[in-house]
């Protein structure tokens, strides 16, 4: 008996045969090597289909080992992530990882992944059938699988797949610095998810801006290039992520960005996930920072360059072991033409990383690229290897956000009134509760007790407020109180709990279900969270 995934991969892979069997296989034709339509637009080779994501969709079918086409690899790449909001509990953390890894060895999946509570991130290969598979047992597992990307190339030569399963434990999938109560909401602020095709008419704005969130050594052997009267790259010369927040928090960035539409882009889509919804939340909070949109290509540089068979500037630098990308039909030559980078040592021209040359700076160590010619020199005094950043000097923005305080205050906007109503309040009259106040900066210690004896009798309930994600409380809460003269002086005095001073303020009108309702059940502690 079949069981469900493999009904669906011999269902599609039979569709997709029966398609093949009726084209020719005239190279000059519309259908490339895997039976894919081709169009070419303004001298461009488009692949309409790559452009698409699988979310919700049968994955696409295994190739037909049977063509000569398809002798040159047996195996396949699989790249996917996936965020969970609310987080997963710490006993949801533990079965995950447990789960992955039992299927990853039931389906002989080899490859690199990383499973925290905010979700799971993975790099893995395996043969054609086998990573569908598994994708298929990860959706039949947990539905929240349905709405994954998983980015599947076959054809990969066994020398280029992983040996071993590795899936480890984590805090945080991409370095940012941003866990817990530091992270921003990506149901609330995330970013616009653009496909392929139409992140590239979008580089045709010249009133966008677009951010390589990458780190400034994969940059240097390719990006994306706008065109001239396009829109503006723009280089964060990261050597690694946790440089983001501080670049997007510094001035010279603000100033770049103010006004601006927002592209972002990476190797995959998960580094813009939580990078635009930082923005998002920053802009939401700043006064000093007003933009018309923030955007960022689904699937990243990788399936950009499966739509776009001859687009990109270079190479795509990758962390597995083919090293790096490349657009499917470019030929060598050009795409070498595209790329600037050079050797550390000897400064010629040079376009891989191979070696696994690291800098020699304190505190940086990326990789750097060393000719083949120099190799030996890098070998014996790899005190002689410096980045091109550490070359030039440059130092990146050292100035930290307040992530916590600014997440506050952004779940505090949530509460006064969306990013719109806030946006238009000066157009309106502003309309306030008269018989509630906000109350921010409490300790956690708090207790409704505790608030009551630094309010007074006038307080008849209080509302704590969480944290979207692990539902904690953070400090904040509504207090509702027996009647407008009493909200007024509760605004005007000084309220301390546990010897520490609370911030109070006017609570913005919703028109929305009232939280003090009938089914409002007053506790006497505030929520823990998970």
Not at 385 to 395: F, S, V
Request: with cysteine; proline share 6%; charged share 25%.
């Amino acid at each position: 008996m079949l069981t469900k995934s493999k009904a669906r991969i011999e269902s599609t892979t039979k569709a997709s045969h029966k398609i093949s069997q009726n084209h020719t296989r005239d190279p000059s034709s519309n259908i490339n090597i895997n039976n894919t339509p081709i169009h070419h637009m303004d001298h461009e080779v488009i692949i309409p289909s790559n452009a698409r994501p699988v979310c919700h969709k049968p994955l696409p079918p295994p190739p037909d080992s049977s063509l000569p086409s398809n002798t040159s690899g047996n195996g396949s790449i699989l790249l996917f992530y996936q965020y969970i909001e609310p987080l997963w509990t710490k006993t949801q953390h533990k079965t995950s990882l447990k789960k992955v890894i039992e299927l990853g060895t039931k389906y002989k999946i080899t490859g690199r992944g990383r499973v925290a509570r905010e979700g799971l991130n993975c790099t893995l290969t395996g043969s054609p059938d086998n990573i569908r598979e598994f994708c298929y047992a990860l959706r039949e597992w947990d539905s929240v699988f349905d709405e994954t990307d998983f980015k599947i190339t076959d054809g990969i030569p066994v020398d280029k797949m992983f040996k071993s399963l590795s899936i480890r434990k984590t805090n945080e999938l991409v370095a940012y610095g941003l866990v817990g109560e530091k992270a921003p909401s990506l149901k609330q602020f995330g970013g616009t998810h653009l496909e392929a095709d139409q992140y590239h008419k979008a580089m045709k704005d010249p009133e966008a801006v677009i951010i390589d969130v990458r780190n400034a050594y994969e940059s240097a052997i390719g990006h994306f290039q706008p065109p001239e009267s396009g829109a503006k790259l723009i280089d964060p010369k990261m050597r690694n992520s946790i440089e983001f927040p501080k670049w997007l928090n510094s001035q010279e960035t603000k100033k770049q960005l103010e006004g601006k539409k927002v592209l972002m882009y990476c190797t995959g889509g998960i580094r813009c996930e939580r990078a635009t919804a930082l923005l998002n939340q920053m802009s939401a909070v700043s006064d000093d920072l007003n933009l018309k949109g923030v955007y960022h290509c689904r699937g990243g540089i990788e399936r950009y360059v499966k739509t776009y068979a001859e687009g990109g500037t270079g190479k795509n630098y990758l962390f597995d072991k083919r090293m790096e990308q490349t657009p499917h039909i470019k030929k060598t030559e050009a795409v070498e033409n595209d790329v600037d980078s050079k050797c550390c040592l000897c400064r010629n021209k040079w376009t891989v990383y191979r070696g696994q040359f690291k800098c020699s700076s304190t505190l940086c160590g990326v990789p750097v690229i060393v000719c083949d010619s120099c190799a030996r020199t890098a070998t014996v005094k790899p005190q002689s290897l410096k980045c091109e950043l550490c070359q030039k000097g440059y130092r990146a923005p050292t100035e930290t956000p307040d992530l916590v305080g600014m997440k506050r205050k952004a779940d505090k906007l949530l509460v006064l009134g969306s990013s719109n109503e806030s946006e238009n309040a000066s157009k309106r009259p502003k309309t306030y509760y008269c018989d509630r106040v906000f109350l921010s900066r409490l300790p956690l210690t708090s207790t409704f007790t505790k608030v009551k004896e630094a309010i007074g009798p006038e307080l008849i309930s209080l509302k704590w407020l969480t944290d979207k994600t692990s539902g904690g409380f953070y400090g904040s809460a509504i207090a509702l109180l027996s009647s407008p003269e009493t909200t007024q002086e509760v605004i005007k005095k000084r309220i301390k709990v546990d010897k520490k001073k609370t911030k109070v303020a006017q609570v913005f009108m919703k028109d929305d279900t009232d939280m003090f309702d009938k089914l409002f059940e007053q506790t006497e502690f505030p929520p823990i969270g998970t």
